[in-house]
């Protein structure tokens, strides 16, 4: 059972639009379903290393989303409904599905609303951490099990999931340096959209910094803070701003993740510069993705990260710590847990049909198979 207190209906299953048309923003694969059937062994994973049966008491969850029109938030939500439903917890379970619109103000009170209500559980997806400080004493007062998705660690969670997001950003922005030299620039200009709102596009930004730092021949002509609110919009203003002030002597536009650099990518498209000026950015949206394979779409590169999993191991957890008593430091020996994900994502990998952004096979990791077929292994 899945209800909604954001003012926006959820039924069918408790998604907050329907399923299939949730599942297509998230792949034309139909989401976990599809993966499971591509994978055999994806419903092992999800299922977990121990057996992963309904707990036999109800839990009351409350699910808290900074911002749940994100398609990170969406694919993470519907990864947790497709494994309650697979393991047949839906049963048992009440997830309260809340969404703070992007307000970290609202989450903080949500988070206190969640303690007051006596919850069996809270999940915070993509939160802001660092301004719930007040709040997360008043969880850890309540004794009440706390899980985020990449909000970032902080106490008293037992675990975050997320991925490496500095290595995200030394694989896409070095991919973005090793595309200039491929052809043959001495000199390159560039310009970024900075995004310091969220724990891991803050973190991508300054690693793209610190590869700056080691390609001084590469200048970064002017950057724009963005903030999630009106994020598209402001990344398409700035863009064209930049379009305007430099036009064809930009080489490329950095960008934190898939969707402010599918805004940049329209408005370089929009000039009749997509074979000048490319974008790069992270996350591996299917959106994107399916624009990539256009080889004349200004995005070349992203790297796809598992928000699904992430939704459904946070359900295993809970299963298994809340549901059946497991001992949380066994079962989470490290409080940040980390998913592997592909590492770069370009137009000759995108996934084929029937995939999951993360199923697809990492760009370098083509390159090791055919050195390994050469070799005999």
Same mark, same amino acid.
């Given at each position: 059972?899945?209800?909604?207190?954001?003012?926006?209906?959820?039924?069918?299953?408790?998604?907050?639009?329907?399923?299939?048309?949730?599942?297509?923003?998230?792949?034309?694969?139909?989401?976990?379903?599809?993966?499971?059937?591509?994978?055999?062994?994806?419903?092992?994973?999800?299922?977990?290393?121990?057996?992963?049966?309904?707990?036999?008491?109800?839990?009351?969850?409350?699910?808290?989303?900074?911002?749940?029109?994100?398609?990170?938030?969406?694919?993470?939500?519907?990864?947790?409904?497709?494994?309650?439903?697979?393991?047949?917890?839906? &049963? #048992?379970?009440? $997830?309260? +599905?809340?969404?703070?619109?992007?307000?970290?103000?609202?989450?903080?009170?949500? /988070? %206190?609303?969640?303690?007051?209500?006596?919850?069996?559980?809270?999940?915070?997806?993509?939160?802001?951490?660092?301004?719930?400080?007040?709040?997360?004493?008043?969880?850890?007062?309540?004794?009440?099990?706390?899980?985020?998705?990449?909000?970032?660690?902080?106490?008293?969670?037992?675990?975050?999931?997320?991925?490496?997001?500095?290595?995200?950003?030394?694989?896409?922005?070095?991919?973005?340096?090793?595309?200039?030299?491929?052809?043959?620039?001495?000199?390159?200009?560039?310009?970024?959209?900075?995004?310091?709102?969220?724990?891991?596009?803050?973190?991508?930004? &300054? #690693?793209?910094? $610190?590869? +700056?730092?080691?390609?001084?021949?590469?200048?970064?002509?002017?950057?724009?803070? /963005? %903030?999630?609110?009106?994020?598209?919009?402001?990344?398409?203003?700035?863009?064209?701003?930049?379009?305007?002030?430099?036009?064809?002597?930009?080489?490329?536009?950095?960008?934190?993740?898939?969707?402010?650099?599918?805004?940049?990518?329209?408005?370089?498209?929009?000039?009749?510069?997509?074979?000048?000026?490319?974008?790069?950015?992270?996350?591996?949206?299917?959106?994107?993705?399916?624009?990539?394979?256009?080889?004349?779409?200004?995005?070349?590169?992203?790297?796809?990260?598992?928000?699904?999993?992430?939704?459904?191991?946070?359900?295993?957890?809970?299963?298994?710590? #809340?549901?059946?008593?497991?001992?949380?430091?066994?079962?989470?020996?490290?409080?940040?847990?980390?998913?592997?994900?592909?590492?770069?994502?370009?137009?000759?990998?995108?996934?084929?049909?029937?995939?999951?952004?993360?199923?697809?096979?990492?760009?370098?990791?083509?390159?090791?198979?055919?050195?390994?077929?050469?070799?005999?292994?």
């Amino acid at each position: 059972m899945t209800e909604s207190r954001d003012g926006t209906p959820v039924s069918g299953g408790g998604m907050l639009m329907s399923r299939r048309k949730l599942l297509g923003t998230t792949g034309k694969a139909g989401g976990l379903a599809a993966a499971a059937a591509a994978a055999p062994n994806f419903l092992d994973f999800i299922l977990g290393s121990t057996p992963a049966q309904a707990a036999e008491k109800e839990l009351n969850i409350a699910v808290l989303g900074q911002q749940i029109a994100a398609q990170s938030d969406q694919r993470a939500w519907a990864g947790m409904q497709t494994w309650m439903k697979a393991v047949g917890v839906d &049963k #048992v379970w009440k $997830t309260n +599905l809340v969404d703070a619109k992007g307000d970290p103000g609202k989450l903080v009170s949500q /988070i %206190q609303d969640a303690v007051t209500a006596k919850v069996d559980a809270i999940v915070v997806l993509f939160g802001t951490l660092t301004a719930a400080h007040a709040a997360l004493e008043t969880v850890k007062a309540s004794g009440i099990p706390f899980f985020s998705i990449d909000s970032g660690w902080q106490a008293p969670a037992i675990a975050d999931l997320t991925s490496n997001n500095y290595v995200m950003s030394g694989q896409f922005t070095q991919f973005m340096v090793d595309k200039f030299l491929g052809a043959g620039k001495s000199k390159a200009k560039i310009a970024a959209i900075i995004a310091n709102f969220h724990h891991g596009t803050r973190k991508r930004g &300054k #690693v793209m910094q $610190t590869v +700056l730092s080691e390609n001084e021949w590469i200048e970064l002509v002017d950057s724009r803070i /963005i %903030q999630y609110d009106g994020f598209y919009e402001k990344t398409q203003n700035a863009v064209n701003d930049w379009l305007t002030r430099y036009g064809d002597q930009l080489d490329a536009i950095w960008c934190p993740w898939d969707e402010p650099a599918m805004a940049a990518s329209e408005a370089i498209k929009a000039k009749g510069l997509q074979d000048k000026i490319f974008t790069v950015a992270a996350d591996g949206h299917p959106t994107a993705l399916e624009r990539m394979g256009d080889p004349h779409w200004p995005q070349k590169a992203t790297t796809a990260q598992a928000f699904e999993l992430w939704g459904a191991y946070c359900c295993w957890l809970i299963n298994e710590i #809340v549901g059946k008593g497991g001992d949380a430091k066994v079962l989470v020996p490290v409080p940040i847990v980390e998913f592997p994900a592909p590492l770069i994502v370009s137009g000759v990998n995108v996934p084929e049909k029937g995939k999951q952004p993360w199923q697809t096979t990492d760009l370098y990791y083509i390159y090791q198979e055919r050195v390994l077929k050469g070799m005999g292994g």
